[in-house]
């Protein structure tokens, strides 16, 4: 089955780092339940067989089959994910993004930092989230333009400012937002 003792560990190790962040976010019980799906065997056994510890085991498993099972059903339980918030437009008669809620726009920001902590390992730096973000950006159609620009905008402060800062101004806006610390 590929590596399981290894793709557990890292799916912890990440939920680890995403909890402290959304943690030093101010929204705790976002980090508690960050990621569980990732758990349930539709997410695991896949995440095991094509576990390749520097990637998304998704994107083996869309090598292989050409769409990967494990991310449908992970992005249709977790509301961190802007694929999460797409719906069908009756003006457009197309699927377009929906604008993310601050809180899990907050959730996103610290998955994508542990992300990028996970598979860059001793190379990360403020700027691996940011740049993975704009490598994907073109192909992003789907995400609320509001989205982009406001998840782009922290990277950019992380990049620049650094994550004291950065979580500081997120604590900011969260209250201000009127976020529950949830």
């Known amino acids: 089955m590929g590596h399981p003792l290894k793709h557990f560990l890292t799916i912890t190790n990440h939920r680890h780092k995403v909890m402290f962040n959304c943690l030093r976010a101010g929204i705790p019980l976002r980090g508690l339940l960050h990621d569980l799906s990732k758990y349930t065997p539709t997410e695991f056994i896949p995440g ?14 869309r090598e ?7 991310w449908i059903h992970h992005k249709g339980r977790n509301r961190h994910h802007f694929e999460y918030w797409t719906d069908y437009d009756p003006v457009t008669k197309k699927f377009s993004g929906v604008k993310m809620p601050k809180k899990f726009l907050i959730e996103m920001f610290c998955d994508r930092v542990a992300a990028s902590k996970i598979y860059n390992k001793d190379k990360y730096t403020n700027s691996k989230p940011l740049e993975y973000f704009l490598k994907g ?7 609320h333009p509001e989205t982009s620009e406001e998840i782009e905008f922290l990277l950019r402060m992380l990049e620049e400012k ?7 101004y997120i604590r900011k ?3 201000k ?6």
């Open 162 to 168: 650094g994550e004291k800062e950065t979580f500081k």
């Open 64 to 70: 292989e089959y050409g769409y990967s099972k494990a």
């Open 173 to 175: 806006i969260r209250r």
């Open 177 to 182: 937002s009127n976020v529950k610390g949830e």
């Open 48 to 61: 095991a067989r094509y576990f390749q510890g520097n990637r998304s085991p998704n994107e083996g498993e």
């Open 137 to 143: 950006k073109g192909h992003r159609q789907i995400m």
